[in-house]
C-alpha cells in the first residue's frame, strides 16, 4: 500500500483541524516509508509548481485518506484526489449530523469510499442500514494528548467550560460556585494550544454536554459523544455534566470519572455535594485518564485507520467489558456490505430520502 494523506492544513487553518490532523496523521504516517502527506495549496496560491508536485506525490499512490467536516471535503482536497483516479479512496467525516446522513451515504456510495469512517455511532448504523453498498466505519472522536495532559500546578479551580455552554447548566454551576466562593473558568472566546490545555487540567471539574443538531425534516437529533469527553479525562480532570443518548460514553469510557447532571442544572446542587465526599474520585480519574492517553488519543486514531486500510477489518477499537458483546457496535466497527436483494431497495430508498432532503450546512465549530 502506498498511501497518501491529503492534508487540508494549509486550505483551512480553523481550530479544530490543528487539534485533529497533526497528531492523526503522525499516527498514521508514524515512521512508514509508505505514507506521505500531501498538502494541497489554497486556490488562491496555485501556482503551476504547486499543482504539478500535488498531482506528482498523488499520482505515486494507490491508497488515499482525508478528513472532512460533513458531507463534503474541501475543493482543493477534492480535486487533489482526482489525480490519481483509480486509486482506493477513504475518508474519516467528524460531523455527521443527522440533516446530512442523506448527502453523506449518496456521496460514499457513488464515490465507492473504502471506507467511510463516521465519527458518530447514530449516524454509521443509520447510513449502513440506509445505504447498504457503502462501506462505513464507526471510528469515534478522540483527544489531543499532546495538549490535554495532567500537570504538576495543582489544580487552583473548581470547574472549567471551555466553548460552547449549556446555558441552564452554566447558570445552575455559576450559583453552585458563588454560594461556596469556588473558582469557576469559563470564557466567551475560544483558548487554543497550551492555554487550553493548561486550563482544562487546572480544574477539579471538566464540565462535558452532547451537542445536538435538529433535522428540521424529520424533527429528529443525534446525540452523539464530542471530543470533550475525552479531552477532559486526558487532562487529568473529572467530567461533570450529562451522557450524550447514544450510548457511546458507555461503550468506550468508565461511567466512575463522571458526574453526571440533569442538563437543567435542577439537580447539580445535590450530585455535587454528594460527589465532593466520595474518596474514590481521584482513582477513577486517573484510571480513566490513563485509558484516554492509551486508547482513545488522535495518534492512536491514526494507527487504528493505517491497521484497518492495510489488513481490513473490524476496527481494533478498545471497548468497555459491556459493550464488548453489543451486535450493533460489532457491525459498526467493520465495512462488510449487508447480502441479499434487500440491497437495490435500501439503496434506491436512501437516493429518494436524498432527492427529498433540504439543503443543509454543518456549523465551523466543534
Not at 500535488?54 to 477534492?78: G, M, N, Y
Not at 460531523?95 to 458518530?120: H, N, Q
Amino acid at each position: 500500500m502506498e498511501l497518501g494523506l491529503l492534508s487540508n492544513m494549509l486550505v483551512d487553518r480553523q481550530p479544530y483541524w490543528q487539534a485533529y490532523v497533526p497528531p492523526l496523521f503522525l499516527g498514521i504516517a508514524g515512521r512508514r516509508d509508505n505514507v506521505r502527506i500531501v498538502e494541497p495549496p489554497p486556490f488562491a496560491w496555485a501556482r503551476p509548481i504547486g499543482r504539478k508536485s500535488v498531482r506528482s506525490q498523488v499520482k505515486a499512490c494507490d491508497t488515499l485518506f482525508w478528513l472532512q467536516l460533513s458531507s463534503r471535503p474541501a475543493a482543493e482536497i477534492h480535486l487533489a484526489s482526482l489525480n490519481r483516479l483509480g486509486a482506493r479512496r477513504a475518508n474519516f467525516i467528524i460531523d455527521a449530523w443527522k440533516p446530512v446522513v442523506s448527502k453523506i451515504g449518496m456521496a460514499a456510495t457513488i464515490e465507492r469510499l473504502d471506507p467511510c469512517f463516521i465519527a458518530y455511532l447514530e449516524a454509521t448504523t443509520e447510513l449502513k442500514r440506509r445505504f447498504p453498498l457503502g462501506k462505513f466505519v464507526w471510528l469515534p472522536h478522540a483527544g489531543n494528548t499532546d495538549i490535554f495532559y495532567p500537570r504538576k500546578e495543582g489544580k487552583p479551580n473548581f470547574a472549567f467550560y471551555m466553548g460552547r455552554r449549556h446555558e441552564p447548566l452554566h447558570q445552575a454551576l455559576l450559583k453552585y460556585c458563588e454560594e461556596r466562593q469556588l473558582r469557576y473558568l469559563y470564557s466567551d472566546k475560544f483558548l487554543f494550544g497550551e492555554e487550553l490545555g493548561r486550563a482544562a487540567s487546572s480544574a477539579k471539574y471538566f464540565v462535558v454536554t452532547p451537542r445536538e443538531v435538529i433535522d428540521p425534516k424529520t424533527k429528529i437529533a443525534f446525540s452523539p459523544l464530542s471530543p470533550r469527553y475525552f479531552e477532559g479525562l486526558a487532562a487529568g480532570t473529572r467530567l461533570l455534566g450529562a451522557l450524550p443518548e447514544s450510548g457511546e460514553y458507555n461503550a468506550l469510557l468508565p461511567t466512575d470519572a463522571l458526574c453526571e447532571v440533569s442538563l437543567d442544572g435542577s439537580d447539580l446542587a445535590e450530585r455535587l455535594d454528594q460527589d465532593r465526599q466520595n474518596l474514590d474520585n481521584q482513582r477513577a480519574v486517573d484510571a480513566a485518564t490513563t485509558l484516554v492517553r492509551k486508547h482513545h488519543s488522535w495518534r492512536r486514531r491514526g494507527q487504528q485507520i493505517y491497521d484497518f486500510l492495510e489488513r481490513g477489518g473490524p476496527l481494533d477499537l478498545h471497548l468497555m467489558p459491556r459493550a464488548r458483546k453489543s451486535a450493533d457496535i460489532a457491525a459498526a466497527l467493520t465495512s462488510r456490505i449487508a447480502g441479499g436483494l434487500q440491497q437495490s431497495a435500501a439503496f434506491d430508498a436512501g437516493l429518494a430520502d436524498a432527492e427529498q432532503d433540504q439543503p443543509w450546512t454543518s456549523g465551523n465549530q466543534i
